[in-house]
DNA sequence: GTCTATATGGGGATAGAC
DNA sequence: GTCTATCCCCATATAGAC
């Protein structure tokens, strides 16, 4: 098996794991399992964890934006682009009431452990800020673009987190109506809605 | 010392440091060093680190109990009282942006590590829903105060977990103004906000 | 109730054979 | 590129002196 292709392998396994059990509960040992590789190989193609950690980050930092820009071409007007990111909580709801938001609990992670990689996490928030913001300006909102942006990823993040503590669908399924509506309502309106 | 006090001292610093660096990231000889006892002896107060975690998550439900309690007494109204849970993202700001939010980012770690505290751990927020759903009621929304509590809940969960990935206290300060006046809509209606 | 000393296991990381 | 063997450190946890 090329090197390339195996170092892929390790990035995909330890992205999983990260997401799934942490980044410090994850060990070596544990992705060189799931990849079948020895743990002294291992170390032929990453050399520390820190490394393995940045890598699961660029690719996630790929795949968000490879997932921002199909929505960008399948979803007709700027609404229903940000729909398709309100419904990632009803597409992945199984995963998040197990294991909660991937990129918050990572940044939370990091964020306790005072990590140098924190503020690249927190840029896969700006990926979506950014491409929300975006499609907020589109709809005639440029004043407030971004306010609306974080608004509704918040919402996702306070959804995401108590999604987890009390692993209630319906709660979700509500509040993603909520979302909806609240939506609708930026839709046929130019004012702030904060104060 | 008595072995009370030193255990209190313990429970104290172990609550502190499972927020500032997680449950897993923070060791015996960190706990022992902050509370100035050998390692050793540290045995004769905790067993097991699981044990220590079982005393922090009750010291927390009863400190929480108790925090709920002195809303109850000092707000006059039952809005009032909502408003103090809201306003905590602003008196616990600095800590919540490197920190997170202390219940959701211990929820999150026990899930990831699929621990049997998990469920204990959630319970703190359910001590927050049960108290927010009562004064929803006294508000005159006894059919959907615990859909109102979760939401509020939800926002406050969701603005805790952005402001530690982006660090920003305007918009903290936005997203309480913007509760604030969601709660002013609600104590003038009667209606479902949710669809 | 507190200490020092120590057992045991797992983690990250390296060396060197194949 | 992959393996086995190994080092070192730190973590939980225990034993036993004081």
Known sequence: MGASETRRQIVDVA??????????????????????????????????????????????MSNTRAMLEVWKQEAA????????????????????????????????????????????AAGLFSLFRDWLAQQFAALGREADAEALALHILMRSQGVAALATAFCDENFIRREVSDMEAWLHAQCSSSSLPHS
Chains 1, 2 share one sequence.
């Open 15 to 60: 992205d999983q794991l990260f997401y799934e059990h942490g980044f410090e509960a994850t060990s070596f040992a544990d992705i060189a399992q799931d990849v079948g590789l020895s743990r002294g190989n291992f170390y032929y193609h990453f050399k520390t964890k820190d490394e393995i950690l940045g890598a699961v980050i660029a690719q996630r």
């Open 77 to 120: 007007s700027p609404a229903e682009r940000i729909l398709s990111f309100i419904h990632i909580l009803i597409a992945n709801r199984t995963k998040i009431m197990a294991y909660g938001c991937p990129v918050s609990t990572l940044c939370n992670e990091l964020a306790k452990l005072d990590h140098a990689a924190k503020d690249d």
